[in-house]
């Protein structure tokens, strides 16, 4: 975004009466959108690494293996698609939005993201533990003892992780909405 343009813009006009300023509005946006950033990079490494495995050793033939690959990969692939269309959607507009059409672009912007943190990403994240659980039996018979439980502890220990991520993400977007209404 061309945060010059904006912050003249809106240092033109009267605050009316919101508690942000232009400044800590841009501070939070910009923010949030590293975050989306880092959020789509390690999500489509994984999908990467995924896609490379499965074509170099899985999809010789069908089976429930490959069909927990597919599951896996289309989960973070939707949830990929989803934050590169909440990040870049309307953003050419947004330049020119006088500070009160920006605060409410950015409530529903934030209420959009509420729907996909707590109906779609959840969604996601069954769908790719679904997928998880049809390569485990796979993994117990053609690995190692020691490297499927490797596999089995990471993989857990690596989920956990990520919910709890996209859980203070969620809270911290739900406090700055909470904050966009007083």
């Known amino acids: ?3 010059d343009h904006l912050n003249k813009l809106w240092e033109s006009q009267a ?3 919101y508690n942000s300023n232009p400044k ?12 989306q950033h880092i959020s789509i990079a390690v999500m489509s490494l994984t ?3 995924l896609i490379i495995y499965a074509f170099y050793y899985a999809f010789r033939q069908w089976n429930n293996f490959n069909l927990g690959l597919v599951l896996m990969i289309s989960s973070l692939t939707l949830r990929i698609i989803l934050e590169f269309y909440s990040l870049y959607r309307k953003e050419k507009q947004l330049i020119s939005m006088t500070q009160k059409s920006y605060h409410a672009y950015l409530k529903n912007y934030y209420k959009a993201r509420q729907i996909i943190n707590y109906a779609v990403t959840p969604i996601c994240i069954a769908v790719y533990v679904v997928g998880f659980c049809l390569l485990l039996p796979y993994f117990k018979d053609y690995l190692s003892k020691g490297f499927y439980t490797y596999i089995l502890v990471s993989g857990v220990v690596s989920l956990i992780f990520i919910v709890a991520i996209i859980i203070k993400s969620s809270i911290k977007e739900q406090r700055f909405l909470n904050q966009m209404r007083k």
């Open 47 to 49: 999908v990467v690494v």
């Open 15 to 17: 605050n009316d009466g």
């Open 24 to 35: 800590n509005i841009i501070k939070k946006a910009k923010k949030q959108r590293n975050n």
């Open 1 to 3: 975004m061309e945060n």
